[in-house]
DNA sequence: ACCCGATGCCTTGCGTGACAAGGTATCGGG
DNA sequence: CCCGATACCTTGTCACGCAAGGCATCGGGT
């Protein structure tokens, strides 16, 4: 019982916090994959799936909605095309508002993730 | 007005963001200072609050709930001590079972932050 | 003929961490 | 004498990620 509830602990856990911790992860790099070309909902959700061992893996409750908060804010803009196929996609382009807002996020990113790395590797000299 | 509103917009939208983006780190930047030494509260607030420039600034109302769920996970210990002085500090102190969840957490944010770092680097190689 | 998985889009409801805002209490300085 | 710093705590709200559901088309296997 204890270690059932220890393993399946662990397991719900890891997931968890892997989560939480690429939380406000979504966004740039959605956005990021669209900076350098346009793609369709289920086409990003492929591409984020088989980067970086799927560390980045988005779940399709988690980026339609995404898609469009980011189409709300003018950060991208979205054209139905049908390709001569009968099921249209659902086609994403990143704006220049979007472009802007992509560098701001890449910058917070940058400085948490130096901030980490400081604190990682500083650790125990700072002082209170 | 319309200034007022996209810069308030902005600077919201910059706090919501960074707020996003840090979450979940902030499990990982208590426990990594806890493995250094004890700590109480308040100093971990302010040793957290210099450090990367403010990045990684915790408030009260996340701190304190933080550290009692990872009291309650048995990740850290408190205990009481009033060194002589009238109000006294609780210390926390990481166990054997916080250093194995913090080696945890440093990998996991280690892999995001490869991750990331390989999204941004190889961008437009990654094919559908 | 039939079903099932993949493609492709969408939504509602729950869990969770961060935080604003409030509360309590002591101590020192202006 | 009051206010800010120290030092702890709690409740309610927000926003994101996701499970789980739904809808529709297409191709291949049996």
């Known amino acids: 019982m204890a270690e059932d509830t220890e393993e399946a602990q662990g397991s719900a856990t890891i997931a968890r916090l892997r989560r939480e911790l ?20 289920y086409e990003l959700l492929k591409v984020l799936g088989q980067a ?3 560390v980045l893996e988005v779940k399709e409750g988690t980026l339609y909605p995404l898609l469009h908060r980011l189409e709300d804010s003018g950060h991208i803009v979205a054209t139905w095309e049908a390709e001569g196929r009968a ?42």
Chains 1, 2 share one sequence.
Do not use: F, H
Request: no cysteine; proline share 5%; charged share 25%.
């Open 22 to 41: 690429a939380r406000g992860t979504t966004e740039l790099a959605v956005l990021s994959v669209l900076s350098v070309r346009r793609r369709y909902g």
């Open 52 to 54: 970086g061992e799927g």
């Open 87 to 128: 099921r249209p996609r659902k086609y994403y382009v990143i704006t220049p508002d979007g472009r802007a807002y992509l560098a701001m996020l890449r910058t917070e990113w940058g400085g948490l993730v130096d901030a980490m790395r400081q604190l990682l590797d500083t650790l125990g000299e700072v002082q209170p």
